[in-house]
């Protein structure tokens, strides 16, 4: 049941990073512009949820497996079990893409990945400062190579 839910919620984030990757400027004449390559990744994830939705939904209408018969709130919580790295995972991408033109793609990237590798990371030994250095290097690596080789800009946001 989770995954229908998850399903559907990646449908929806694939449709808003369609739509709003057509507001790219282009740079040169080509036939692709900087908007082509988000816009394939988004379709290509719109495909795959609607493969696991379907793929889910005939599973569950084979197995009958979907009962109420503990209750409502037993169901919740199991469901909740299941899914909660999910949950957070989502509320911390949602708020990387708000604080994505507010502070600047090199600091809210570097806070996302930070909080989910705290968040995803192995429950005995949470090294904080691995963890930073790794968001650190995959920050400024995408950005260099974004910003001087494919000559895409990013958000500076109110630092940068």
Same mark, same amino acid.
């Given at each position: 049941?989770?995954?229908?839910?998850?399903?559907?919620?990646?449908?929806?984030?694939?449709?808003?990073?369609?739509?709003?990757?057509?507001?790219?400027?282009?740079?040169?004449?080509? &036939?692709?512009?900087?908007?082509?390559?988000? #816009?394939?990744?988004?379709?290509?994830?719109?495909?795959?949820?609607?493969?696991?939705?379907?793929? #889910?939904?005939?599973?569950?209408?084979?197995?009958?497996?979907?009962?109420?018969?503990?209750?409502? #709130?037993?169901?919740?919580?199991?469901?909740?079990?299941?899914? &909660?790295?999910?949950?957070?995972?989502?509320?911390?991408?949602?708020?990387? *893409?708000?604080?994505?033109?507010?502070?600047?793609?090199?600091?809210?990237?570097?806070?996302? *990945?930070?909080?989910?590798?705290?968040? *995803?990371?192995?429950?005995? #030994?949470?090294?904080?400062?691995?963890?930073?250095?790794?968001?650190?290097?995959?920050?400024?690596?995408?950005?260099?190579?974004?910003?001087?080789?494919?000559?895409?800009?990013?958000?500076?946001?109110?630092?940068?």
């Amino acid at each position: 049941m989770g995954e229908i839910l998850i399903g559907i919620l990646l449908i929806f984030f694939s449709a808003l990073i369609y739509f709003n990757s057509g507001d790219f400027p282009q740079l040169n004449e080509t &036939h692709l512009d900087p908007g082509s390559y988000p #816009k394939l990744i988004a379709l290509l994830l719109i495909l795959l949820s609607l493969v696991m939705i379907i793929k #889910k939904t005939v599973q569950l209408l084979q197995s009958k497996t979907i009962s109420f018969d503990t209750g409502m #709130k037993d169901f919740v919580k199991k469901q909740w079990k299941e899914y &909660h790295l999910v949950v957070y995972t989502l509320v911390i991408l949602a708020l990387y *893409i708000f604080l994505l033109n507010v502070l600047g793609f090199i600091i809210s990237s570097i806070a996302f *990945i930070i909080a989910a590798g705290l968040l *995803i990371g192995p429950r005995k #030994k949470k090294d904080v400062m691995v963890i930073s250095l790794i968001s650190f290097v995959i920050t400024f690596g995408v950005y260099l190579f974004f910003e001087n080789v494919l000559y895409v800009r990013f958000p500076n946001g109110i630092l940068f």
